[in-house]
């Protein structure tokens, strides 16, 4: 089964847009910096010949490098990114991942990758920047729509907290009156000593 992903990197500052369709022992990648547009097919073989180090396992490898190049690790814990063009027109996209539990007092495993993708044609160059173009409107619309109805939630959510404090206010406004009649009541109930105490307690917590 095939999972298909778009995201945005920034690399060397420039905003670049990935999107990439990975399978079990495969990916494809096409990137597109609005300008021009690239792509690369990484097959079973490429990718044990030129990608994965000797004796790792071909699953976790492409498992790390799908984690990698699907959703850009800004703090650089374990990928960094260059991408620059080459003079025949091509990009050349390298990375070195970090291998390895953060626990551990190992040095983690450093893994360099490089992939030179081909620049495509003018026809399917352009279907592929407006896809992505597409893509970006639809996600912007989408967040405007998230947005709005954040919103909404926040009006309610200040409007309840308006209500419930004016409750507090009442209550404690309730609770006060009750406790001065109480106290009236016991004014003329309690024995004269017992009464100069209340009235000490009741001025020492004004």
């Not at 300008?35 to 994965?52: G, Y």
């Not at 040095?107 to 992939?115: F, M, N």
Request: some cysteine.
């Amino acid at each position: 089964m095939s999972v298909n992903v778009a995201t945005r990197f920034v690399l060397d500052k420039r905003r670049f847009y990935f999107q990439s369709v990975w399978e079990s022992s495969c990916f494809d990648l096409s990137i597109t910096d609005g300008r021009f547009a690239w792509h690369v097919r990484a097959d079973a073989d490429f990718i044990e010949r030129k990608l994965k180090p000797r004796g790792m396992d071909s699953a976790r490898y492409i498992a790390e490098l799908r984690n990698g190049l699907t959703k850009q690790d800004i703090g650089q814990k374990k990928f960094t990114y260059s991408a620059a063009e080459v003079p025949n027109g091509n990009l050349r996209l390298e990375w070195t991942m970090r291998i390895g539990s953060q626990a551990s007092a190992e040095e983690p495993l450093k893994l360099r990758g490089l992939l030179e993708l081909v620049r495509m044609q003018a026809a399917p160059q352009q279907e592929f920047i407006q896809t992505c173009l597409d893509r970006l409107l639809d996600f912007c619309t989408t967040l405007e729509r998230d947005n709005e109805e954040l919103r909404e939630q926040h009006d309610e959510l200040r409007v309840q907290r308006t209500e419930a404090l004016s409750k507090l206010v009442k209550l404690d406004d309730d609770k006060q009156r009750l406790e001065l009649d109480l106290y009236k009541k016991e004014r003329f109930s309690l024995p004269p000593i017992v009464v100069s105490a209340l009235l000490m307690l009741h001025s020492s917590s004004l």
